[in-house]
């Protein structure tokens, strides 16, 4: 455990310099129950940190950050099809894919070079290409913060939605992930629906290796890397809007990108919305709209975290003012 100032420049994916009170960081889940017990100090704010890669440091964090190193991937069951993988919240998501991919099961490869570690990945239920993190969860395994007990949440318990999940919502700041059991396929059809997948391969000859390096493509061009240019990924969810407000819309601007969203509803592409409005490029202090994806911002040198609060405002004000639509930031601002 770290007491006083701690750098977190490291631990998060926009590289903002925000040190916390108390950082502490366990790579086995007897040390996490121990801290629990005699050193965690319950009337202060704390913070589960995985990867980092969800996450706005506004200023400084007043509270206690907690972050899981530990590692394991164990097959636990299997059948004729079905393999049973249970892994450790501090594992790196992509060191999963990758694991999943060179065992020749199926089930996250379209998730591949997504950041971050596995604890997040029910909480947030990380999806891109057609598929997410549910998908493949079978069970969520957890250890309870008020009295260290264990708990098994099911798939159905999570309750997962378009990046969300019981984690954000009854259960937040109630449990800490111990480990992800996966239900991975030996065969499986692979899902190439979304975008340029289905242009770039080809049903009959895919592999998963080469599902996985072509998603890692698509990726690399779209995305930065956030090793040479911090940001977090996607700023902003998609928002998600009644069909006639979508018609509606449809009319007067008909280039808007749509897809169909669960309950009748429509979802709209966030980065067409913010695109269409000029801003890829344009900065605020140290923050800047990506150049080659208007969904993702990022910190183009030393930006703070108001930098970054003072431009999603910005694009939220201009995308309210032509479209009518509030977008809501699918990173966590602290
Ligand atoms: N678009 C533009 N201009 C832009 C960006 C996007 O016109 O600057 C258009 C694209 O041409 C496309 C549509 O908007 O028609 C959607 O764009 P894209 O396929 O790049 O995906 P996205 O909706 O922007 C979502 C996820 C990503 C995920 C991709 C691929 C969210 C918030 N984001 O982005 O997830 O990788 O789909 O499946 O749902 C993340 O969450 O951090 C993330 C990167």
New binding site residues.
Partial sequence: MRNGKFSLQKYNTFGIDACADTFFSYNNIDDLILFLQNDFDKEKPFFILGGGS?VLFTSDYQGTIIHPETKGITITQEDDNDVFVAVAAGEIWDDFVQWAVDNNLHGVENLSY?PGCIGASPVQN?????SEAKDAIHEVHCISIADQTRKIFSKEDCKFG??DSIFKHECANKYIVETVVFKLQKNAPFNLS??SLNTLLDEKTATLQTVRNTIIQI?KE??PDPKEIGS???F???PIIPENQANTLRNKFPKI?TYPAPNGNIKV????L???LGL?GFCMGGAKVHE?????LTNAGNATGNDVVALSHHIQDKVKETYGIQIEP?VIFL
């Fill in positions: 969800n997504i990380i999806g891109a290409y057609g378009y990046r979304y975008g990726r779209k995305l977090a990924g996607s902003f969810k998609n990108v592409a966030a980065g067409w913010i695109d269409s890829k080659k994806q208007a969904l993702v699918e």
